[in-house]
C-alpha cells in the first residue's frame, strides 16, 4: 500500500514523500494532531521544490512563485487525498501551506500544524541554523504539505545527517535579525519584515486614518501603502523576504 500510494503521489510531479507516525510528530507549540482528527495513525509529508523564481530580485515576482507553488501544491494534495478516501476508505484531513490557521492572542503567529516538524518525522531533512528543514536534495529550497490519515502506513526513518554547514550566512544577512538566538527563530521580528504590508501594517494604517483630517484621508487612501495593504488583503499575508532561504549556499542550483 505504501508503495502504490507514494508512486501515486510522485506521479502527480510531487518531488518527495515521506510517512510519519503520528506519535512521532513532536512539535513544541503547535495543536496536538487529535484536535484535527481523534484517530490518526499516520501523516503524509509531501515535499516541493521551491521555483528558482521565488530568488528573483523582484519581490513580486518571487511571491508569485510561492504562490504558484502553493496553487499546485493545494491541488496535489486534494487528488491524494481523493484517491485515499475512494480506494483505501481512509479519513483524511488535509494541511496546506500555511492559512487559514487559528488566531489567538496567547497563541501569536503560531501555526495550527507545523510543517517543519512533520517533515523531520518523515525523514524529509534535518533542521539547519536558520531552523528550516534542509532536504537531502532540494537543500533549504523546498517547502511541506501535509496529509493526516487513519491509515497505519510503515513510516519512514527519521534522517539522522546533519546537513547543515553552519556557514552562520542566514544569520549575518537576516534583516530582522531574527535568528540571533539559535535554536529560535523571533517571529514577530521575522514577520515585520517580511510581511511590511500584514495584519500589524494594516492596523497601524488605520489608527492614522481615523486621527487624520478628512483631506489626509483622502490622500492616505490613494497612496501606494493602501494599495499595497490593499493587495495583500485580497490575496493573503504575502512574504516579502526569501532571504534565509537564498542565502542558504545548501541546495544551490
Do not use: W
Not at 514523500?17 to 484535527?36: L, N
Not at 512563485?65 to 496553487?71: I, V, W
Not at 501544491?73 to 481512509?90: F, V
Request: hydrophobic share 35%; proline share 4%; glycine share 6%.
Amino acid at each position: 500500500m505504501e508503495g502504490k500510494i507514494k508512486d501515486f503521489i510522485l506521479g502527480l510531479g510531487v518531488d518527495d514523500v515521506g510517512y510519519a507516525r503520528v506519535e512521532d510528530y513532536q512539535s513544541p507549540k503547535s495543536y496536538e494532531i487529535t484536535k484535527f482528527m481523534p484517530d490518526a495513525k499516520s501523516i503524509i509529508v509531501m515535499a516541493f521544490k521551491v521555483l528558482s523564481s521565488c530568488e528573483s530580485p523582484s519581490m513580486c515576482t518571487a511571491q508569485n512563485g510561492y504562490l504558484d507553488l502553493g496553487a499546485f501544491a493545494r491541488s496535489s494534495s486534494y487528488r491524494i487525498a481523493r484517491l485515499l478516501e475512494s480506494t483505501y476508505n481512509a479519513r483524511v484531513v488535509t494541511i496546506p501551506l500555511s492559512y487559514p490557521f487559528e488566531i489567538h492572542h496567547d497563541r501569536r503567529a503560531v501555526a495550527d500544524f507545523s510543517q517543519r516538524h512533520a517533515a523531520i518525522a518523515a525523514g524529509l531533512g534535518s533542521f539547519g541554523r536558520h531552523n528550516l528543514v534542509i532536504h537531502p536534495r532540494f537543500g533549504t529550497r523546498v517547502t511541506f504539505t501535509s496529509i493526516i490519515t487513519n491509515l497505519p502506513l510503515r513510516p519512514n526513518l527519521k534522517c539522522d545527517q546533519d546537513f547543515c554547514t553552519h556557514c552562520n550566512l542566514c544569520v549575518e544577512t537576516c534583516p530582522g535579525s531574527a535568528l540571533d538566538d539559535e535554536g529560535r527563530t523571533d517571529v514577530m521580528k521575522c514577520l515585520g519584515h517580511s510581511q511590511p504590508y500584514g495584519l500589524g501594517a494594516d492596523i497601524a494604517f488605520r489608527a492614522q486614518l481615523l486621527a487624520s483630517s478628512s483631506e489626509e484621508q483622502k490622500k492616505m487612501l490613494v497612496s501606494e501603502q493602501f494599495a499595497r495593504l490593499r493587495q495583500s488583503a485580497h490575496l493573503g499575508n504575502q512574504y516579502m523576504c526569501f532571504n534565509c532561504m537564498k542565502s542558504c549556499p545548501i541546495g544551490l542550483l
